[in-house]
């Protein structure tokens, strides 16, 4: 029997490297895909055809439940939210609808599908914000330091929650950051990535960032997708911290990031306020052996690797958009 998969947020960098694993295993597969005037399909375009895509919203209950119902599906990853931490002081209510409010319309509607769907609530390292220790591991308290941490939070404990009441196979991934040339151009890896193609290949001169201290523990989201996936195959469900457990400050990002190319990052990073946060989240490192002891789980790319491979993704990316 074909195994049949439901993924949220489809579109999103998550979304189509995990649809790619899902593919590769033999599934079919279902995305959910938000209705907007400018969907971007970009990132799932190679495999587009191979997937089946359902509108739906997190915010409307009912349009769950039609896709639950169209996708039939034994496995549930909801990867689906306002994701990024800037925006999410100055919409704090709609986070709080999409990335909080959102899982629990999903688990109503999962819970009603059938006793035997698998869930996956993509959790994050935002959720240790103000870190009480290092490193962080699935025991350590939560502090979140931006509405989307707390709105995260929210969708971790009721992931716990509905497992505990209604017996659901609902299982929570704690990922710390992960990102790949698909990240978004918002994020500060890809930003970076990004500017330094366009400097090496003279079209820009400056790279304005906020603040080059905060320490992330970066990995491949391509490596992290692999672990939602275990989660889900286990006969008891769990929340599992995903990381690398190394950390490295955004200087050091852009350090590696210009050496690349062979530029010195101090010619060309400019501090700029508007980049800087209201609340920052110091120092974030996982600890992933509960991954390795139980998933079998561990990155495969190193953060040297990482920065490479961004590099070179917008060399080839900036290099494309200026033939046409
Ligand atoms: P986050 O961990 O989900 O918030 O991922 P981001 O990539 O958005 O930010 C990582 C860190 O980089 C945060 O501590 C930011 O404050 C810091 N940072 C410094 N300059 C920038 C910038 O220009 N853009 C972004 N997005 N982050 C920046």
Same mark, same amino acid.
């Given at each position: ?8 947020g489809l579109t999103g960098q998550?979304?189509?490297? %995990? ?165 978004? %151009?918002?994020?500060?890896? +890809? ?62 990002f852009c350090e590696l990031a ?15 306020? +508007? ?24 990155? +495969? ?6 920065v490479g491979m961004m590099v070179?993704?917008?060399?080839? %990316? ?7």
């Amino acid at each position: 029997m074909t195994k049949r998969a439901l993924i949220t947020g489809l579109t999103g960098q998550d979304g189509s490297y %995990l649809a790619e694993l899902l593919l590769d295993k033999g599934y079919h597969v279902t995305g959910m895909v938000r209705r907007s005037s400018t969907v971007n399909f970009e990132r799932i375009a190679h495999i587009q055809d191979d997937i089946e895509i359902v509108p739906g919203d997190l915010l409307d209950e009912m349009s769950l439940r039609h896709v639950l119902a169209a996708a039939r599906p034994d496995e549930v990853y909801n990867l689906a939210a306002q994701s990024f931490v800037q925006t999410s002081w100055q919409q704090a209510v709609l986070t709080g609808e999409t990335t909080a409010l959102g899982v629990t319309r999903l688990l109503n509607a999962v819970r009603d599908a059938g006793d035997d769907v698998r869930f996956y609530q993509a959790s994050s390292s935002e959720m240790f914000g103000k870190v009480v220790e290092v490193p962080q591991t699935e025991r350590t308290p939560f502090y979140p330091r931006s509405p989307y941490g707390v709105a995260k939070l929210y969708g971790h404990w009721i992931t716990v929650n509905y497992r505990e009441s209604y017996g659901m196979h609902a299982s929570s991934g704690i990922l710390f950051n992960h990102e790949s040339p698909r990240r978004g %151009l918002e994020f500060v890896t +890809r930003k970076i990535s990004n500017h330094v193609a366009r400097i090496k290949l003279g079209l820009i001169n400056e790279l304005r960032l906020g603040d080059l201290d905060p320490q992330r523990d970066w990995g491949f989201a391509g490596d992290y997708v692999e672990a939602m996936w275990l989660m889900l195959q286990r006969d008891t469900p769990s929340d599992f911290v995903v990381a690398t457990g190394e950390t490295h400050s955004v200087q050091e990002f852009c350090e590696l990031a210009f050496k690349h190319v062979g530029l010195d990052w101090q010619d060309h990073v400019v501090q700029d306020q +508007r980049f800087m946060r209201p609340a920052e989240v110091d120092l974030l490192i996982g600890d992933p052996s509960r991954a390795a002891d139980e998933l079998g789980w561990t990155p +495969r790319t190193g953060f040297a690797q990482l920065v490479g491979m961004m590099v070179e993704g917008d060399l080839e %990316l900036v290099a494309r958009q200026q033939r046409v």
